[in-house]
């Protein structure tokens, strides 16, 4: 552990989970073109072309109802596209906008940026007593967990910081603050949170509920391995109906749910999203701090970060770890909040704008993203400027392809094929009725391919309520099946063109 101030700095390893789901996007024609096959290697399956035949008959046995199949597939060294199919047609990206996220914090922050989220006193500690206020600064670390957060707490109580005879104070201005990443999504989805300059745990609350008797005893926690702080700032009560499931409602800056006992059975858990972050993360550091003998008043939330003494740091990894797991888990949150510090815009609709501006003068893209985690339903994509951006990257070393998740090959019912030569790092976003994968073909020894490959079909998704959005009828066979299709073609592209 490094020195900090004399009080200690903590790094740690966020521990991830991601969660998709959301909209689809415009139906439009389909075509297919190709160029010439090169040489085959040896020691691959041997298919003579990909013609146009080959991928309609994939398509059609993919039943994906009036969806929109377009894909691209390019030498990563050359950019030459080597075959597509309507590859200049405007899909949503889903979660494959992260890697475009990705690159833009890598160039804009550089891969050694840290987040450090600071605890300052506005007065000198004396006997173990802040004279002035204890005051918890957000940086906008989108990976702080709950046991991070406790150890922070320790190591205040470890240098003997005992009380305050000011304030408990919070600074969350380090990104705007938001409710939600999308609006489209169903209240209780706890991937779609709110955002600030404090966060913890992808700001997702857990809730539990168990039978007891004729009623529930349900409790609100922060819970991680080692830590389990209850939470006072979400409150949830159940409700006799059957529908909706959850409700939920802001006051003030708690985050009040209600729901629907015809759906709780006799027991059971999830995670719910958190509206108010910094109120969230300041409630937890309380309980926390209290268990370690340091008893913090009421949080007041400043606008301006005071002056003061740094007492301790709370350090993220490095940015390329931190994306590797965003890219891995697919966390929306960590998205949004490494490209609003990338670009310091005041709303996540400017960051979007300020990022597509940047994809066009960087890397000569045509698209436009009005987020960062492609949860939203506005942004598009095409497969060529996908495959654009990932040549890109490749030529200029940006930092992408090694942070990107590894694959094996699959065959064409979509298992996995163990010791196949050719290996695929790619990333890949699934929203309602909306799929995509794009990324790097890589065999032993030959051409290295770059792809990409998005469908959707917007009627589908515009027939669902939104109680359905969640889950919606035949969204998971749908999603296998378009998955199933993205091998059946990869594979053939690794065989025919690698």
């Known amino acids: 552990m490094e020195s900090f101030g004399g009080y200690g700095v903590i790094s ?14 415009p139906a439009l024609a389909e075509i297919i073109t190709q160029s010439p096959i ?62 475009i996220t990705s690159l833009y914090a890598l160039e804009r ?7 450090g989220t600071r605890v300052l006193a ?6 173990g007593i802040i004279q002035g206020d204890l005051v918890l600064v957000g940086a906008g670390d989108p990976t702080v967990q709950t046991d991070q957060l406790g150890d922070l707490a320790a190591r205040l109580a470890a240098a003997g910081v005992k009380g305050v005879t000011g304030r408990f104070v919070t600074w969350a201005g380090a990104l705007p603050t938001l409710a939600e ?5 169903p209240v209780q989805v706890g991937y779609n949170p709110g955002l600030s300059g404090l966060n913890l745990n992808f700001n997702r609350v857990y809730f539990e509920w168990k039978r007891a008797g004729a009623d529930w005893r349900v409790t609100m926690d922060a819970r991680g391995e080692r830590f389990v702080p209850a939470v006072q700032m979400a409150q949830v009560r159940v409700v006799g109906r059957e529908a909706p499931l959850f409700t939920y ?33 300041a409630d937890v550091f309380r309980v926390l701090a209290a268990a370690q003998g340091l008893v913090l008043p009421v949080v007041t939330e400043v606008g301006v970060v005071p002056k003061g003494q740094e007492l301790a740091t709370l350090q993220s990894d490095p940015l390329t770890d931190v994306l590797r797991d965003m890219l891995r888990f697919s966390t929306n949150l960590t998205a949004e909040a490494v490209g609003l510090r990338s670009s310091g815009a005041a709303s996540l609709i400017s960051s979007g704008a300020a990022m597509t501006d940047w994809s066009r003068e960087r890397m000569g893209l045509s698209g436009k993203f009005t987020d960062h985690s492609g949860l939203g339903s506005h942004s598009r994509i095409s497969p060529a400027d996908m495959v654009k951006a990932l040549v890109w990257a490749n030529r200029t070393g940006a930092g992408l392809k090694p942070i990107l998740r590894a694959y094996a090959m699959r065959d064409d019912k979509g298992a996995e094929i163990a010791g196949h030569p050719v290996k ?23 051409r290295e391919l770059v792809f990409a490959i998005f469908s959707a079909d917007i009627a589908q998704r515009a027939t669902l309520a939104e109680a359905e959005r969640e889950d919606p009828p035949g969204g998971q066979g749908w999603t296998r099946r378009s998955r199933r ?14």
């Open 38 to 99: 090169p040489p085959r290697r040896p020691g691959l399956p041997k298919i003579a072309r990909v013609d146009a035949s080959e991928i309609d008959r994939l398509i059609a046995a993919a039943k994906l109802g009036g969806g929109s199949v377009a894909f691209a597939v390019a030498d990563a060294a050359t950019g030459q596209i080597l075959a597509a199919r309507t590859p200049d047609m405007m899909m949503p990206p889903a979660s494959v906008l992260k890697s």
């Open 122 to 127: 506005t007065g000198p500690v004396l006997g």
């Open 485 to 498: 299709l993205q091998w059946q073609l990869i594979s053939r592209w690794a065989a025919a063109y690698g």
């Open 181 to 185: 990443i999308s609006e489209e999504q």
């Open 109 to 115: 922050l550089g891969p050694a940026y840290r987040y």
């Open 424 to 446: 695929v790092v790619a990333k890949s976003g699934t929203l309602n009725f909306a799929s995509g994968l794009a990324g790097h073909i890589l065999p032993p020894g030959g």
């Open 12 to 25: 740690r390893r966020a521990i991830l989970a991601g969660v998709l789901a959301g909209v689809a996007g």
């Open 249 to 281: 409602a802001t006051k003030g800056q708690q985050d009040d749910w209600t729901v629907a006992s015809g759906a709780l059975g006799k027991g059971g858990s999830r995670w719910l999203p958190v509206r108010h972050p910094a109120g969230y993360v």
